[in-house]
């Protein structure tokens, strides 16, 4: 039990008359330490986290004349009188002027400023980005104050559920707010914020303006960046994520040096070893990865991985699920000589395999895709390893929508992000350039017939262009 409950534990005895009056003050005395304790972490952590604001990259939107008949006559451009700002929180972490944050808090921002404590502020810099976990560091420019408070990154891997926590942060900007509650979870996964997953899983109240701040123990040490929250509201429901510090450890010192991460690759699609999987395999361990394909050209291919094979360790690590295994080949570096553990016939062998290097997630045919998106609105990827995992695919090769532009034809016409595209006017569509090539051919006409593919089912949708 936590010290945070048992302490109330205690007290809740004593009043009850369950406790001799000695043992009750004993007991107020151990709530007053711990009390005191809080105080004196919460005054030390609180200047080792800032105020981050910044101005946003202002969107165009545009303003159309229409005639009587509802039709689009003229295009005007039109610029928002009011630039959009963003603002979260971050966490020094280096006496250099390092301070880790949310990679969604500075996107697509062009200035930003951080606010400490005391109220100094300074103009910073984005140094370095991960969108895959969500982590972006940025740099104070200038001259860093000498008495730049940096905080002790402690070892998520430790965390217990139970174990009390303290969030600090920005929540709606009031500035460097405390809460407290407990690890509610470890290692959770599959939620849908980023590639790479792995969330400590906290009660401690986070709300909008938490993301980027400090999730510390009650040494002071920081476990978490906390990133986001569940909720059907829009505001605190009990349940809120943060990044665990061995994640952010992997990636911080390239991230400062490089700006970004280079990551290791199998080129393998991989799925979670159920248990009718298991009995099927007549596979009796536990945890593993199951390969169901193998990606052409990838580093897999040719190296005496095959289809059906359960990879059970890396390195002599053991797998315990899909994500598992992710995170460890992504931290590899690439031309490093992994070996692998399978499981194939019945029969436990290895496999040396050298570490490719992580494909950088740029859109294929970018510039059909967005030439595309004024008319149709969307665009499309060739499915890869990541595509097929984020969307939870199980269709290996193909045409992916990655996004569907609000109020485009494709929007109206119910097409969404995760849709293959199988057919357009009954030509198949099995490459980025097919696609292409497929929409500047029919751009002609004002109607197109879709065959999608959607959660193992087909199904046919017309898409009917806007009027020119």
């Avoid at 080792?48 to 004349?65: C, F, G, Q, R, T």
């Avoid at 029969?347 to 895709?369: H, I, R, Y």
Wanted: proline share 4%; aromatic share 6%.
């Amino acid at each position: 039990m936590s010290k945070k409950y048992l302490v109330a534990a205690v007290c809740f005895a004593a009043a009850l008359g369950f406790i001799p009056a000695s043992a009750a003050d004993k007991n107020d005395q151990a709530l007053k330490k711990f009390n005191d304790q809080i105080i004196e972490i919460t005054k030390k952590a609180v200047p080792m986290v800032v105020n981050i604001s910044a101005l946003k990259e202002a969107p165009h939107n545009d303003v159309y004349e229409y005639d009587n008949q509802g039709r689009q006559e003229k295009k005007f451009p039109f610029k928002p009188p009011v630039e959009p700002r963003a603002s979260g929180s971050g966490v020094i972490v280096d006496k250099r002027g390092y301070i880790i944050t949310n990679y969604h808090v500075i996107k697509d921002t062009r200035a930003i400023k951080i606010t400490l404590s005391d109220r100094r502020e300074f103009p910073c810099s984005v140094m370095g980005t991960d969108p895959a976990t969500d982590i972006a560091i940025i740099k104070i420019d200038g001259a860093v104050p000498a008495d730049l408070p940096v905080i002790q990154l402690g070892d998520s891997d430790k965390l217990e559920v139970g174990e009390v926590v303290i969030a600090i942060g920005n929540p709606f900007g009031f500035t460097h707010t405390v809460t407290m509650g407990i690890v509610s979870a470890t290692g959770r996964q599959s939620v849908g914020l980023a590639d790479y997953e792995n969330f400590i899983q906290t009660d401690a109240a986070i709300n909008p303006g938490n993301s980027g701040g400090a999730l510390i123990n009650i040494d002071g040490n920081l476990v978490g960046i906390n990133t986001a929250i569940f909720s059907k509201t829009g505001g605190y429901m009990g349940i809120g994520f943060a990044i665990p510090t061995s994640m952010i450890k992997e990636i911080l010192s390239e991230l400062i040096t490089k700006g970004k991460v280079v990551r290791g690759w199998l080129g393998v699609f991989i799925q979670d070893v159920t248990k009718d999987m298991a009995d099927s395999f007549k596979y009796k361990g536990e945890g593993g990865a199951l390969v169901s394909d193998i990606m052409k050209g990838a580093p897999a291919e040719g190296s005496g991985i095959r289809k059906g094979d359960i990879i059970t360790s890396v390195d002599g690590i053991k797998i315990r699920d899909i994500n598992h295994l992710r995170r460890l080949i992504a931290g590899k570096k690439p031309g490093a000589t992994v070996k692998l553990s399978v499981y194939r016939d019945a029969k436990d062998q290895a496999v040396n395999l050298t570490v490719g290097t992580l494909p950088d997630k740029t859109p294929v045919a970018e510039s059909e895709s967005q030439e595309n998106g004024d008319e149709i609105g969307i665009t499309v990827r060739e499915i890869d390893e990541d595509l097929a995992y984020k969307f939870r695919s199980t269709e290996k090769r193909g045409v992916m929508i990655t996004q569907v532009k609000r109020g485009s034809p494709a929007d109206r016409a119910g097409l969404i992000a995760g849709d293959i595209i199988k057919e357009i006017e009954r030509a198949p569509i099995d490459t980025a350039k097919s696609y292409a090539d497929a929409v500047e051919t029919l751009k002609e006409k004002k109607k197109l017939l879709f065959l999608i593919s959607r959660g193992g089912t087909h199904k046919f949708i017309v898409i009917e262009k806007e009027e020119k």
